[in-house]
């Protein structure tokens, strides 16, 4: 549970707070900012399991100074596990955010679409944003594909220095403009939390890269936008990092996270990173958030694109992010690993049969 204090709120309320739960033997973590957060973090040392009286989430919001608690209702023991904001018992509390009002119901809404719902979510497009016309063309496709957002970057996290950087807020206006208009959203990166603010005027989906799932001060600040944040798996992160990196998010304030796999490194070489599905039904166990799978960066090759992608829909994922372009050979990063709009088409319609198969 996490719980939000009033800003007016004095130390002595804090105190009770914190007593309160600590008589049943929880731990509990504070993070002091602009408002007092205390976080639920499991049972105290020495314990050794979940308390035997859980205090329900509407008593403590009941206490002088709370304004806010996330997560369960009275009958649910508020630590069975570390991550205590995203697991399935919880309730979102923003209800300007689109949140689920069923708490059998998982995701959450981004605009008018349901992410982690019956239907899946598909975003595809090139790895940068190019030139205008690229970004209309590839839209377009997507759109007929009946895909839900398009994917460019401008800010582009590069391993060299020397590489394409991105087109900054141009390109983030030229993508924004192309998916407007073929009635799709738009996913981006933001490299740092300078650029969230200018990313929120025109992208629905705020993505943070692979290389960034560490970043806690950019997750923080993650936390304080109006604006669902995708958030890759670090490079070599476990699912319990991971989960931890979104629970910095979920906890600043914003319940709307979209965990995406991307492949993780491993002693393998033949391809770019190893696409790890076990983490889908692991993620699908352990929290509500939705779970999207990238077979682009997974794999690091165009040809392995479209059988990754129908496993991971097999496997449970609540869509696809995927690197198309109309021309993927001049693709200005990330070539080798995208596809054609036609290849693209069929990693949708695809997943809409494994869908089927799997009677989801
Ligand atoms: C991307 O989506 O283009 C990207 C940079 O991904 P990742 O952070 O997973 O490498
Ligand atoms: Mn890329």
């Known amino acids: 549970m996490i719980i939000v204090m009033d800003p007016s709120a004095t130390e002595a309320q804090v105190a009770d707070v914190v007593e309160r739960l600590s008589r049943t033997g929880i731990r509990v973590l504070r993070l002091d900012g602009e ?26 919001a009941d206490m002088p100074g709370v304004s806010a608690t996330l997560n369960g209702d009275g009958a649910t023991p508020m ?8 697991a399935p018992e919880d309730e979102a509390w923003d209800p300007d955010n689109g949140a689920p009002t069923d708490a059998e119901e998982r995701g959450f809404q981004v605009k008018d679409r349901w992410i982690g719902g019956a239907e899946l979510f598909i975003a595809a497009g090139p790895c940068s944003v190019e030139d205008a016309d690229t970004m209309d063309r590839t839209a377009a496709a997507v759109a007929a594909a009946g895909g839900a957002a398009l994917r460019a970057g401008a800010f582009k996290p590069r391993s060299s220095p020397y590489s394409f950087q991105g087109m900054g807020e141009t390109g983030l206006a030229i993508a924004h403009d192309a998916a407007a208009a073929h009635g799709l959203l738009l996913v981006s990166e933001v490299l740092d939390a300078t ?56 906890a600043a304030g914003n319940p709307r996270v979209i965990l995406c796999e991307r492949g993780i490194r491993t002693f393998e070489t033949a391809t770019r990173n190893t696409l ?66 036609e290849t693209m088409a069929q990693v949708v319609s695809e997943a809409e049969v494994m869908k089927r198969a799997i009677a989801r």
């Open 35 to 60: 408002r007092v957060v205390l976080s639920t973090a499991g049972p105290a040392p020495g314990t050794e399991s979940s308390p035997t009286t859980p205090v329900g989430t509407e008593a403590i």
């Open 79 to 86: 630590v069975a596990a570390p991550h205590a904001t995203a």
């Open 276 to 341: 790890d599905l076990n983490a889908i039904p692991v993620l699908r166990e352990r929290t509500r958030l939705p779970v999207l799978v990238d077979p682009s960066h997974g794999t690091g090759r165009r040809v392995y694109v479209r059988p990754l992608a129908r496993a991971a829909i097999a496997c449970g994922a609540d869509g696809l992010l995927v690197e198309a372009h109309p021309e993927p050979d001049r693709a200005a990063s990330d070539a080798a690993q995208t596809v054609d709009l």
């Open 195 to 250: 650029q969230i603010p200018i990313a929120a005027r025109y992208v629905d989906v705020l993505q943070v890269g692979a290389r960034n799932m560490y970043n806690t001060s950019l997750l923080r600040e993650l936390g304080r936008a109006r604006r669902p944040v995708l958030l890759k798996r670090g490079l070599a992160a476990t699912i319990d990092e991971w989960l931890s990196a979104a629970e910095y998010i979920v």
